[in-house]
């Protein structure tokens, strides 16, 4: 029992992720204080603000960090925000960043260059992040396809950081950290973070000190977002296999443990005899 | 003159930084000094990607050329970056296959490609996370327990169906993992983590402009 075939573990882990889907269950998704005060801050923002949602994330974690950034464009196309888009992660995130947002425009009958704008990705996050705080256009002076900034309408009337009213960063590593001591202390520009699970743990000590406004933890943060939009999505859906995996897993242990416990004794009642 | 000129550029570059921050960035001579600065970062950092591509070509090359073992990967690698690489920094005037836009190579590669197979990679996490879970996590000592315990509670607060077992207990549980688990006990290490990486970080900065951390230039 304590050392099973593992290929027994995969069969169960792969029947509690394939199961949800053919069967939802839509688990209630209560709201966390810290995706409560991210959603209010947001909401409060002016309409028609302009705000950065920032794609710091990598192809690998796109489960779980795209409901994240759909639920932002949403919220933020819905109070009619200016949307900036752009990356520090050269992995993809300018298509992914673009995907993104041209899905969530077309729901809502947003435009390219006047409702939105994909910077793309630059090298050296730090000289990027301290540049654009004097001026965006020195350091991306075209979009990500090519298109100097001065040919599209809603970059006009922005030139620095003192036209953003809010930084919606998503992210899976350490990025949000320079977003947050650059951008935010440097700047004073408002900021919340949507991070994998893994990494959200880190930034509760940013929430505390109210360097952040808010923070999204993993799958859990972007469906908890969904429930206050009203707009229940992919994260609401893969909290169903989400639940079931973890409490598999806590299965595990727990048995993993039992098996130990009894195999210990065991032995030792074999070298006692 | 090898060392004295890095060591001179590193002090430079590093002082004009470290003054500017006190300093008017837009107004200031410093301060658009510093800038002109960072914008020389970013130029700097593009040929280092070129060098990159140059490095990782040589290196598989030469594999491919030896029939080492593995090298059809290596050859593999080559196309791949090349497949990928040359039509996005072609015009797009000349073609919309080319350049980084929707419906371009690149663009296309990377949705229907890349992104599915790294994200296939890290998927087949979840099954070694439970093996791992089965075989290794034990509460063989105190500290272990403890760990085993909060992890196992954390788990079930994270997810809907966990939060409302939670709740059929007596006391607000949730509550409780979120007030002393995650904003306690979590928060004050992290706090302890980042200012320690941050007091290192600055150390180790000005070890780097007082030239005497030279590991940069492969020196001890």
Known sequence: MEQIDRRWVYLLV????????????KFPVSVSPEAQSFYDAVEALPDSCTVMLVFDYYPSTVAETEPMAVVGARHLFRKHC???????????????AESVTRRVAAETGKEYGKDFVNLGYKYGYVSVLKGMGQSIESIFPTDNSGTPLSELPMMDS?????????????ADNATADYWISIVNAGYGVPMGVAMTAV??????AYVGSKQIVGLLGGMKGAAEYEILLGQPDTAFRGMDIQSLVHFLII???????????VGRAQRRKGRAA | M?????????????????????????????????????????????????????????????????RSDGWIYKLFTIIAIFVTAIP??????????????????FDWLFNYLQAPMMATMFATLAFYIASAAYRAFRARNAEA????????????????????????????????????????????????????AALGAASMSLRIILGIERTYMGKG
């Open chain 2, 2 to 66: 090898r060392t004295a000129a890095p060591v001179f550029v590193a002090f430079a570059s590093g002082l004009i930084l470290v003054v500017a921050f006190f300093f008017n960035e837009e107004t200031t001579t410093i301060g658009k000094l510093s800038h002109q600065l960072l914008d020389w970062v970013i130029i700097v950092g593009g040929f280092t990607l070129l060098l990159g591509l140059v490095s990782i070509t040589r290196v598989n090359w030469a594999a491919v050329k030896r």
């Open chain 1, 82 to 96: 200016k949307i900036i888009t752009l990356t520090n992660i050269p992995y993809g995130a300018p298509s992914m």
């Open chain 1, 158 to 170: 922005i030139t620095n950081y003192r036209q953003i009213s809010f930084i919606f960063e998503v």
């Open chain 1, 14 to 25: 792969g029947l509690a992720v394939v199961i949800p889907f053919i069967i939802p269950m």
């Open chain 2, 88 to 105: 996005s920094v072609l015009s797009p005037d000349w073609s919309p296959l080319f350049g980084r836009a929707r419906g371009s190579i």
């Open chain 1, 251 to 261: 299965a595990f242990v727990i048995v993993g443990n039992i098996a130990f416990f």
């Open chain 2, 145 to 196: 327990t403890i760990l085993l315990l909060t992890a196992t509670l954390v788990m079930l607060w994270r997810v809907p169906i966990g939060e409302a077992l939670l709740n059929l207990l007596p006391g607000n549980i949730p509550d409780l993992i979120n007030t002393y688990v995650m904003n306690g006990a979590n928060l004050a290490v992290q706090r302890g983590i980042i200012v320690g």
């Open chain 1, 199 to 204: 990494m959200a743990p880190k930034y509760y």
